[in-house]
């Protein structure tokens, strides 16, 4: 079967939002372009050597339904959840956190002399996952494999495999990808991506073509974009006089309704109506 290159579908500037209790972000989904890109339901970029942009921090707050997944490039993230879970993530470091039925957390970014940057992302779990007990994967940054090419391009897995490297995150239902990609000037990145699977490459440093094999006149996107893939089975991505970093991210659609309510996503309202009937009644997390 003939290999198919990824090509871009759409481009997406990510939007500065206040989050939190004043958390200033640059969101590129869950925005009024791009809502849901399914299975992924938020994509919030954070980057700041200012503390009042972000020492307000995320105090406590219920999830169910989704994972969220923090991503550290820089600083420290305090985390503590009202079932005695609590940690730090620190530069290099990955959350993986299956929230399923229900978790009420805290995520406090710590003050520190070189700031804060990450990501994080939500992933939508599948109906028949959405009340599973929350599970947390908690990785830390040398846990994390590294796979060096001769000519300088630097890819750590954090989940799914790349040249039979498998990352440290598993079990995860969208059966993801999530790679941190570093291509030097004038170098090339390959990555088989199953056809089927959304896609999207984020591109956080620097500019890169996203162009195949047969297609090297690309136009050159700059950071920051969200560079949402159409489908085929590979990506191809080409660095010319500037390196590039970005997340390559991958997971199979769920292809069921949503309803969504803040830091809820069920699949009808009145599973929506029933956590919050919960969250007044004292009951939302029982263990
Ligand atoms: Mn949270």
Redesign the pocket.
Known sequence: MKSLHRKIETIIEPEPVVEGAGVRLKRSIATRRLNYLDPFLLLDHFASDNPRDYEAG?PL?P?RGIE?VTYMLKGEVHHRDTLGNSGSIGAGDVQWMTAGRGIM?E?MPQVRPEGIAGFQLWVNLPAKLKMTPPRYQDIRAREIPEIKHDDGARIRVITGTVEGTRGPVTEIAANPIYLDVFVPAHAFFRQPIEQGHTAFAYVFEGEAKFAGDDKEDGSIISHPRLVVLGDGDYLKVTASETPVRFLLVSGKPLHEPIARYG?FVMNTQEEIKQTLRELRMGTFVTT
Do not use: A, G, L
């Open positions: 995320f707050h999830h969220t957390h995520e830091p």
